[in-house]
């Protein structure tokens, strides 16, 4: 921790808050198998409510609906627009920490490459997809240094494109 930090209480406490949700929200951070089947567990929780607010007759929230959901470029966006930009400040923060948006960066690809090769949309679909993707992955190897290609990333995409996955059920 930098000296600054250390002197600064309300700002170590704001670090730390950042630790902590960075922890509760974590789950895009973690190797791709962890990752899909958080992610699942996880849309099935909203889904499960969005069951209920159908049946009670109330409005659906957005991402309560597995009619209109697609569990891939769901991902894509949580990612994107809430999970890079913490993460990305964290690992500058804390270097020791450019894991995560290693674990990140690739799993916003296999997001990707199984939507692709799931529901095989139509090629200016997935370009706008992948623009999106790339540019993720730029944030994150711009935050900080991290190892290049690893061992994880072959193994996973590999099961992943063989269908040993069962993450997409549905849209």
């Known amino acids: 921790m930098s000296k600054a930090l250390q002197e600064d209480s309300k700002a170590r406490v704001k670090v730390l808050g950042s630790l902590l949700h ?6 895009p951070m973690k190797p791709w ?3 899909a089947y ?17 049946e009670l007759g109330i409005p659906v929230q957005m991402l309560n609906d597995r009619e209109k ?3 891939c470029t769901s991902q894509v966006g949580f990612i994107e627009f809430v999970i890079t930009p913490l993460a990305e400040q964290m690992v500058i ?3 020791t920490l450019s894991f995560l ?13 199984l939507w692709k090769n799931s529901f ?20 994150c190897r711009a ?8 061992p994880m990333r072959q193994s996973s995409a590999q099961s992943l494109l063989s269908g040993s996955e069962s993450v997409v059920t549905e849209h």
């Open 101 to 113: 948006t290693r674990n990140l960066s690739l799993n916003v690809e296999l997001w990707a490459e």
């Open 120 to 139: 095989d949309p139509p090629t200016e679909d997935y370009e706008k997809l992948m623009a999106r993707v790339n540019k993720v992955v730029s944030r």
């Open 143 to 150: 935050a900080g240094p991290w190892e290049e290609e690893a």
């Open 69 to 71: 959901v697609n569990r």
């Open 93 to 95: 923060i804390f270097p």
């Open 33 to 35: 198998d962890i990752c």
């Open 38 to 54: 958080l992610a699942d567990r996880c849309l099935e929780e909203f889904f499960a409510q969005g069951d209920q607010e159908k």
């Open 22 to 27: 960075t922890a509760d929200i974590s789950n």
